[in-house]
């Protein structure tokens, strides 16, 4: 039974995907392997891995592909590198913040300009940085303020004593679209099946929010 999951969401479920899974099927073993959505989908479309969490995949009639969890993104950067955010941030205001995003393919700089293309919203991307603690070092140290758009729940998973402010992003609220997809070829095993159940029976806004 072979799972592929983000390294965000590992941190936040494996240890109850893992502990269900051996508490249900001790004679069974589970390979969790972990990965961006992009590589995952890719995996779970090459037999790699029979199911996959994966942020809004792309269809495929090679896997079924359910919700299971939708989180706004906000607007942020480091408390000492920045002015004060108001309250809530519209789309049609994000051109006056220069951003520092993760390069394509990526699914939050996807969502995020698709959102500003339907609404004629010009983005000023200033820098493209894939790895989240050094996007948080860029906002950390650049000499003039410069912010990012990412999921409300990696705020906390900011390491060192960095932190970060943000305003939630409105009119229209964005929100990134956590998955469940498991590959049609693997879709009548009962292992497989059950481990989707275990997922689908996870509390998602207590651990991811």
């Known amino acids: 039974m072979r799972l592929g999951i983000p390294p965000r ?44 969490l994966l942020y809004e995949p792309a269809p495929s009639s090679l896997m079924q592909v359910e919700s299971l969890y939708r989180e706004e993104l906000v607007l ?12 809530t941030i519209a789309v049609a205001d994000l051109d006056k913040y220069p951003l520092v995003l993760p390069s394509a393919p990526n699914t939050i700089r996807a969502l995020v300009e698709q959102t500003c293309r339907e609404c004629n919203v010009q983005l000023n991307v200033v820098a493209e940085v894939d790895v989240v603690q050094t996007i948080v070092e860029t906002l950390s140290y650049s000499h003039e303020p410069v912010f990012t758009i990412i999921p409300r729940s990696a705020l906390g998973d900011i390491p060192g004593p960095t ?8 009119e229209p609220v964005i929100r990134n679209n956590l998955t469940l997809a498991i590959a049609t070829a693997a879709a009548q095993s009962q292992l497989v099946l059950a481990v989707a159940q275990i997922i689908r029976a996870i509390d998602m806004n207590s651990h991811m929010g």
Do not use: Y
């Open 9 to 52: 969401v590992a941190r936040r479920l494996a240890p109850n995907i893992m502990q269900q899974f051996r508490a249900q099927f001790p004679a069974s073993s589970i390979t969790l392997a972990e990965g961006l959505s992009a590589q995952l989908r890719d995996w779970l479309l090459k037999d790699k891995v029979d199911l996959a």
């Open 76 to 87: 942020a950067h480091a408390h000492a590198g920045g002015p004060v955010l108001p309250a």
């Open 163 to 170: 932190r970060l402010s943000c305003a939630p992003i409105v």
